[in-house]
């Protein structure tokens, strides 16, 4: 995607939580959300309620599909490509996912083998993708 200046300093680069780079994405998006010509003004992206929104837009069409299928089977790897482009910050995705949705099962955040365990896993403490998968539909479950 396009992130070059055509104008000097004209800047379309990361504003966002997830990621709104390129003069493509900057030209989408008013059309979704209502909103002003950020191609012309792109700091304008910084405002509310652009603020979140930009986020939801990036999850919902601008990364070309809706990523909520991705989501609902726990593919962290297919969203990390289709928001980065790559596996970038990929593997520092992983151990957090795995902490939160320990906690929110009612485990501690260090507790894999006990999840393993009760998910019929074999246990070895490793929050592996198999760990995650089961993980992943524990939470589905809430």
């Known amino acids: 995607m396009e992130t070059t200046s055509v104008q000097a300093g004209d ?12 003069r493509a994405n900057y030209a989408r998006y008013p059309a979704w ?10 700091d304008a992206i910084i405002g509310d309620p652009w603020l979140g929104l930009s986020a939801v837009w990036f999850w919902q069409a601008g990364a070309g599909a809706s990523l909520n299928a991705y989501a609902d089977t726990g593919n962290i790897e297919i969203i990390t490509r289709r928001i980065n482009g790559g ?20 485990h501690c955040p260090t507790e894999v083998r006990a999840f393993q365990r009760l998910a019929g896993l074999a246990v070895d403490g490793i929050a592996g993708p198999a760990t995650r998968g089961a993980l992943h539909q524990h939470l589905r479950k809430l």
């Open 11 to 22: 800047g379309y680069r990361f504003r966002r939580p997830i990621q709104i780079t390129g």
């Open 33 to 42: 959300a209502n909103g002003p010509d950020f191609e012309a003004v792109p």
């Open 87 to 106: 596996l970038n910050g990929y593997a520092d995705r992983l151990a957090p996912y795995t902490r939160a949705g320990l906690v929110l099962l009612g």
